[in-house]
Protein backbone atom coordinates (compact mmCIF):
# COMPACT_ATOMS: atom_id res chain seq x y z
CA UNK A 1 0.00 0.00 0.00
CA UNK A 2 1.00 3.16 -0.50
CA UNK A 3 2.17 5.21 2.75
CA UNK A 4 4.35 8.65 3.44
CA UNK A 5 6.12 8.77 6.72
CA UNK A 6 7.48 11.59 8.68
CA UNK A 7 8.68 11.05 12.39
CA UNK A 8 5.58 11.78 14.62
CA UNK A 9 8.37 12.69 17.17
CA UNK A 10 8.97 16.41 18.28
CA UNK A 11 12.22 17.45 16.45
CA UNK A 12 13.82 20.33 19.47
CA UNK A 13 16.58 22.71 18.01
CA UNK A 14 18.45 25.41 19.67
CA UNK A 15 18.02 28.61 17.87
CA UNK A 16 20.65 29.16 14.92
CA UNK A 17 20.84 25.56 13.97
CA UNK A 18 19.62 24.20 10.87
CA UNK A 19 17.03 21.95 11.38
CA UNK A 20 16.56 18.74 9.45
CA UNK A 21 13.35 17.43 8.77
CA UNK A 22 12.35 13.97 6.80
CA UNK A 23 9.66 12.41 4.60
CA UNK A 24 10.04 9.09 3.35
CA UNK A 25 7.18 7.24 0.84
CA UNK A 26 6.48 3.95 -0.72
CA UNK A 27 4.63 2.93 -3.76
CA UNK A 28 4.37 6.49 -5.32
CA UNK A 29 5.53 7.93 -8.15
CA UNK A 30 5.20 11.39 -7.54
CA UNK A 31 5.17 13.66 -10.02
CA UNK A 32 6.36 16.56 -7.41
CA UNK A 33 6.56 16.73 -3.46
CA UNK A 34 5.10 19.81 -1.44
CA UNK A 35 6.28 20.91 1.99
CA UNK A 36 3.55 23.29 4.04
CA UNK A 37 3.76 24.91 7.53
CA UNK A 38 1.09 24.26 9.92
CA UNK A 39 0.27 26.56 13.46
CA UNK A 40 -2.13 24.87 15.46
CA UNK A 41 -5.92 25.14 14.91
CA UNK A 42 -4.94 26.88 11.21
CA UNK A 43 -4.44 25.41 7.72
CA UNK A 44 -1.69 24.59 6.37
CA UNK A 45 0.57 27.19 4.60
CA UNK A 46 2.35 26.01 1.39
CA UNK A 47 6.58 26.21 1.30
CA UNK A 48 8.25 24.45 -1.46
CA UNK A 49 7.53 21.99 -4.48
CA UNK A 50 9.93 20.09 -5.59
CA UNK A 51 9.51 18.15 -9.33
CA UNK A 52 11.08 15.10 -10.09
CA UNK A 53 13.62 15.98 -12.24
CA UNK A 54 15.13 18.09 -9.44
CA UNK A 55 17.38 17.69 -6.72
CA UNK A 56 17.17 20.49 -4.22
CA UNK A 57 15.00 23.71 -4.39
CA UNK A 58 15.89 26.93 -1.86
CA UNK A 59 14.20 29.61 -0.73
CA UNK A 60 15.33 31.89 1.92
CA UNK A 61 16.61 30.05 5.24
CA UNK A 62 15.24 26.81 3.07
CA UNK A 63 16.01 23.68 1.23
CA UNK A 64 14.34 20.86 0.46
CA UNK A 65 15.83 17.87 -1.33
CA UNK A 66 14.16 14.98 -3.29
CA UNK A 67 15.84 11.69 -4.10
CA UNK A 68 13.88 9.03 -6.15
CA UNK A 69 15.96 6.71 -5.79
CA UNK A 70 15.79 6.40 -1.88
CA UNK A 71 11.98 8.03 -2.19
CA UNK A 72 13.33 10.41 0.29
CA UNK A 73 12.90 14.01 0.64
CA UNK A 74 14.93 16.53 3.29
CA UNK A 75 13.72 19.98 4.51
CA UNK A 76 16.22 21.99 5.86
CA UNK A 77 15.55 25.40 7.46
CA UNK A 78 18.88 26.94 8.26
CA UNK A 79 19.71 29.69 10.86
CA UNK A 80 16.20 28.58 12.43
CA UNK A 81 14.36 31.01 14.86
CA UNK A 82 11.89 30.16 17.80
CA UNK A 83 9.25 31.63 15.06
CA UNK A 84 10.20 28.82 12.66
CA UNK A 85 8.60 26.52 15.55
CA UNK A 86 4.86 24.82 13.97
CA UNK A 87 4.81 21.49 12.60
CA UNK A 88 5.64 20.70 8.85
CA UNK A 89 3.79 18.48 6.43
CA UNK A 90 5.04 16.91 3.24
CA UNK A 91 2.73 15.95 0.45
CA UNK A 92 2.81 13.89 -2.36
CA UNK A 93 1.12 14.48 -6.08
CA UNK A 94 0.75 11.12 -7.55
CA UNK A 95 -1.86 11.49 -10.56
CA UNK A 96 -4.97 13.52 -9.71
CA UNK A 97 -4.91 13.46 -5.61
CA UNK A 98 -2.57 15.22 -2.90
CA UNK A 99 -1.58 12.77 -0.37
CA UNK A 100 -0.44 14.37 2.83
CA UNK A 101 2.07 12.52 5.25
CA UNK A 102 1.51 12.96 9.17
CA UNK A 103 3.50 15.45 9.79
CA UNK A 104 6.53 16.61 12.33
CA UNK A 105 6.30 19.48 15.18
CA UNK A 106 9.19 21.20 15.08
CA UNK A 107 10.47 23.45 18.31
CA UNK A 108 13.45 25.87 17.97
CA UNK A 109 14.46 26.74 21.69
CA UNK A 110 15.72 30.48 22.49
CA UNK B 1 -6.03 39.25 -1.24
CA UNK B 2 -6.00 36.08 -2.66
CA UNK B 3 -7.67 33.75 -0.68
CA UNK B 4 -10.04 30.46 0.40
CA UNK B 5 -12.67 31.01 2.11
CA UNK B 6 -14.96 28.72 4.20
CA UNK B 7 -17.65 29.07 6.48
CA UNK B 8 -18.69 28.55 9.05
CA UNK B 9 -16.07 28.45 11.08
CA UNK B 10 -17.60 26.51 13.50
CA UNK B 11 -20.34 24.48 13.61
CA UNK B 12 -22.24 21.84 16.46
CA UNK B 13 -24.92 19.90 14.97
CA UNK B 14 -26.88 16.98 15.59
CA UNK B 15 -26.28 13.33 14.12
CA UNK B 16 -28.96 13.56 10.40
CA UNK B 17 -29.40 17.09 10.26
CA UNK B 18 -28.04 18.07 6.64
CA UNK B 19 -25.09 20.70 6.75
CA UNK B 20 -23.37 22.79 3.98
CA UNK B 21 -19.95 23.76 4.42
CA UNK B 22 -19.22 26.39 1.86
CA UNK B 23 -15.66 27.19 0.11
CA UNK B 24 -15.23 30.15 -2.36
CA UNK B 25 -11.50 31.12 -3.80
CA UNK B 26 -10.51 34.14 -5.72
CA UNK B 27 -7.55 33.01 -7.71
CA UNK B 28 -9.60 31.57 -10.76
CA UNK B 29 -8.00 28.16 -9.46
CA UNK B 30 -8.96 24.86 -11.45
CA UNK B 31 -7.78 22.34 -8.88
CA UNK B 32 -9.77 22.26 -5.42
CA UNK B 33 -10.16 19.87 -2.70
CA UNK B 34 -11.67 19.36 0.43
CA UNK B 35 -9.59 17.12 3.53
CA UNK B 36 -9.87 16.34 7.01
CA UNK B 37 -7.40 16.57 9.73
CA UNK B 38 -7.84 13.83 13.07
CA UNK B 39 -5.44 13.63 15.69
CA UNK B 40 -2.99 10.71 14.99
CA UNK B 41 -4.22 10.52 10.70
CA UNK B 42 -3.56 13.90 9.77
CA UNK B 43 -5.22 15.24 6.86
CA UNK B 44 -6.86 13.17 4.16
CA UNK B 45 -8.41 14.17 1.15
CA UNK B 46 -11.94 13.57 1.08
CA UNK B 47 -12.75 14.60 -2.41
CA UNK B 48 -11.31 16.95 -5.03
CA UNK B 49 -12.69 18.66 -8.32
CA UNK B 50 -10.12 19.22 -11.34
CA UNK B 51 -12.30 21.91 -13.02
CA UNK B 52 -16.28 22.85 -13.32
CA UNK B 53 -18.23 19.90 -13.24
CA UNK B 54 -15.41 17.65 -12.65
CA UNK B 55 -15.06 15.53 -9.12
CA UNK B 56 -13.61 12.90 -7.67
CA UNK B 57 -12.81 10.62 -4.38
CA UNK B 58 -10.54 11.02 -2.64
CA UNK B 59 -9.56 8.66 0.30
CA UNK B 60 -12.09 8.70 2.61
CA UNK B 61 -15.32 10.15 0.65
CA UNK B 62 -18.43 7.93 2.57
CA UNK B 63 -21.20 10.29 4.05
CA UNK B 64 -19.85 13.50 2.23
CA UNK B 65 -20.61 14.93 -1.45
CA UNK B 66 -19.53 18.06 -3.44
CA UNK B 67 -20.25 20.09 -6.66
CA UNK B 68 -18.84 22.20 -8.52
CA UNK B 69 -21.06 24.22 -10.81
CA UNK B 70 -19.02 27.40 -10.87
CA UNK B 71 -15.48 27.56 -10.61
CA UNK B 72 -14.78 29.51 -7.93
CA UNK B 73 -17.29 27.53 -5.41
CA UNK B 74 -17.07 23.67 -3.69
CA UNK B 75 -19.14 23.12 -0.96
CA UNK B 76 -19.01 20.28 0.84
CA UNK B 77 -22.51 18.40 2.01
CA UNK B 78 -22.99 16.17 4.74
CA UNK B 79 -26.55 14.77 4.35
CA UNK B 80 -27.01 13.21 7.25
CA UNK B 81 -23.76 13.56 9.44
CA UNK B 82 -23.11 10.90 11.89
CA UNK B 83 -20.22 11.67 15.14
CA UNK B 84 -17.54 9.83 13.65
CA UNK B 85 -17.78 12.80 11.05
CA UNK B 86 -16.84 14.93 13.87
CA UNK B 87 -13.39 17.04 12.79
CA UNK B 88 -11.33 19.72 11.37
CA UNK B 89 -12.28 20.35 7.75
CA UNK B 90 -9.75 22.39 4.99
CA UNK B 91 -11.01 23.29 1.50
CA UNK B 92 -7.58 24.23 -0.57
CA UNK B 93 -7.25 25.12 -4.24
CA UNK B 94 -4.51 25.35 -6.55
CA UNK B 95 -3.76 25.59 -10.55
CA UNK B 96 -3.97 22.72 -12.23
CA UNK B 97 -0.91 22.80 -14.06
CA UNK B 98 1.44 21.92 -11.09
CA UNK B 99 4.01 24.20 -10.39
CA UNK B 100 2.44 25.87 -7.32
CA UNK B 101 1.02 24.77 -4.11
CA UNK B 102 -1.97 24.83 -2.36
CA UNK B 103 -4.11 27.91 -0.75
CA UNK B 104 -5.65 26.36 2.76
CA UNK B 105 -8.80 28.42 4.38
CA UNK B 106 -9.03 28.25 7.98
CA UNK B 107 -10.38 25.55 8.37
CA UNK B 108 -14.28 24.68 9.70
CA UNK B 109 -14.53 22.46 13.21
CA UNK B 110 -17.17 20.57 13.05
CA UNK B 111 -18.85 18.77 15.94
CA UNK B 112 -21.64 16.19 15.22
CA UNK B 113 -23.63 14.93 18.59
Known amino acids: SQKIEQNSEALNIQEGKTATLTCNYTNYSPAYLQWYRQDPGRGPVFLLL?????KEKRKERLKVTFDTTLKQSLFHITASQPADSATYLCALRAGNMLTFGGGTRLMVKP | EAQVTQNPRYLITVTGKKLTVTCSQNMNHEYMSWYRQDPGLGLRQIYY???????DKGDVPEGYKVSRKEKRNFPLILESPSPNQTSLYFCASSPWTGGAGNTFGSGTRLTVV
Open chain 1, 50 to 54: IRENE
Open chain 2, 49 to 55: SMNVEVT
